[in-house]
């Protein structure tokens, strides 16, 4: 397909292109009444919502394939540019919502949110999943297929499984099983022609470069099959509170070293930092008796006690990790509850562990103007076995753990504030993490680390590798060729797409 004229046009060409191929009703313009409630139903950033937002000409809210290969064949024949949109979760909201002027449609996948979960002979059991449908359906629909079944993803329900699933996706059961990535085994794909592929037609490049490589980029993932993990009957949660004044910094300190490579691999802990307290929450794949002895020895300074530990279903624990605590199952196929804020997210890894001495430093940044809070999320454990190139993931063998820095504000806040501390924070925690380069997690997507420049319609491979290798390192290039091969013309794309790297380089 070509396309014409990208820059220029007014996307009258795109719509009247659609009505012939798609129903009317899911074509949703300004002029619609339901524009503005459709285009904020999954946004979860309520920072892109504002009158200045570069917003699109129209959303298209797909109900099946031919609905994706219609906008895309449409999009191209009228230079109008598409953005992919699941859960809506984009930190910066690029599924949504353009940085720069632009004339871009969305194509929301909200409806197309079906799950099938199956014994397959040849994987054992296994789940086809639409992009559309979020974790907590996933979670929630597994266990009641087969209680003893579970998946390894993120951590928040309403998550979209395309952009999740298309960024790697870290979780609570990442140190037993990996990232969500490592179990796709299929999937179904829209390309830049239009075209409907699965693994076997889209060939082993592209695949490797949709596990992981960020979303927009590649096309538009549909669906994603999966295979499912076993998990125990019981499982048990911990979230235990420590001030500074119970040794919150020691704990830590101490944390780095024994929450990556020497607590097993049943057992996640993860960190939660903010004001002059840490939340140390885990998630054990197993009974409180089983675990118990092995923190206490490993991490007296915790004493963590059998009160602290909240023993559960596997499902019920993934309710207790998304709601804080509240083990309500059915509040995961909500699909509107939880997080939904004015906030600026940034992120680091860390291989070598940070001193003691400098942890009380590290908690003065939580008294000041506009503080908000540190999850510190710990690899090791099969995550870190798994080769850097096998999928585009490249944070695997070394990493101690993730930090994801967030500051929210108040409706009503310009957010100056906030952003200036999270930027100001991230500045000083620079000499303590991965450096050359600076690791970055593309799902934890942050504008400041650089942005893509186009040149003649097409974004370039050379200034993108500042931000690119932060969040690929050694994968950025095998990811450009494959964009150079799959879509030289650069049809997906957005400021943080993988530039098009053509043959002969
Ligand atoms: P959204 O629809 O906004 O898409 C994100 C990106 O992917 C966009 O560039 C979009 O164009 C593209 N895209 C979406 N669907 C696509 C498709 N079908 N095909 C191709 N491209 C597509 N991460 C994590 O790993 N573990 C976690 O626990 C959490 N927790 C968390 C909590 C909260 C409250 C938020 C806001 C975010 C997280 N994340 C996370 C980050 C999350 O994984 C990341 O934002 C994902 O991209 C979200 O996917 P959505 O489909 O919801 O977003």
Known sequence: LSTPSLATSDGYGFIQCLTHKIPGELIVTPGSSNFTSVLVSTSKNSNFLTNTTVKPICIVTVADA??????VVCGRQNGVRLRVRSGGHDYEGLSYRSARAEVFAVVDLANLRAITVS????????????????????YYTIAKTNPELGFPAGECPTLGVGGHFSGGGIGMMMRRHGLAVDHVIDAKLVNADGELLDRATMGEDLFWAIRGGGGESFGIVLSWKV???????????????????????????????????????????MVILQ?????????????????????????????????????MTWLEAMAFIGFRGNTNTTALLDRNIGYNAFFKVKSDYVRHAIDKEVWPEIFNWFSMNGSGFVMLEPHGGVIGTIPAGATPYPHRSGVLYIIQ??????????????????????????QYVTKSPREAYINFRDLDIGENKVVNDVSVFG???????????GNFKRLAKVKGMVDPTDYFRNEQSIPPLLQGY
């Not at 031919?66 to 906008?71: E, F």
């Not at 499912?228 to 020691?250: C, N, W, Y």
């Not at 140390?280 to 009160?307: H, K, V």
Request: contains cysteine.
């Open 66 to 71: 031919s609905h994706a290969q219609a906008a």
């Open 119 to 138: 014994a397959d002979e040849e994987c054992g059991p296994t789940a086809w999943v639409d992009s559309g449908a979020t974790v907590g359906q996933l």
């Open 227 to 269: 295979g499912l993990v076993k998990v125990p009957p019981t499982v048990t949660m911990f979230r235990i509170p420590r001030t500074l004044e119970q040794g919150a910094a020691d704990i830590v300190t101490k944390w780095q070293v024994v929450g990556a490579t020497l607590l097993p691999r049943d057992i996640n802990m």
């Open 275 to 311: 004001g002059q307290q840490a939340v140390f929450q885990a998630l054990y794949l197993g009974r409180c008796d089983e675990i118990l002895p092995t923190i206490a020895s490993l991490l007296p300074e915790l004493n963590a006690t059998e009160s602290d530990c909240n023993e």
């Open 405 to 430: 820095y967030i500051a929210p504000w108040p409706a009503g806040d310009d957010g100056s504030t906030a952003r200036n501390w999270v930027r100001d924070f991230y500045n000083f925690m620079g």
């Open 463 to 473: 200034s993108s590798k500042v931000w690119g290798k932060k969040y690929f390192g």
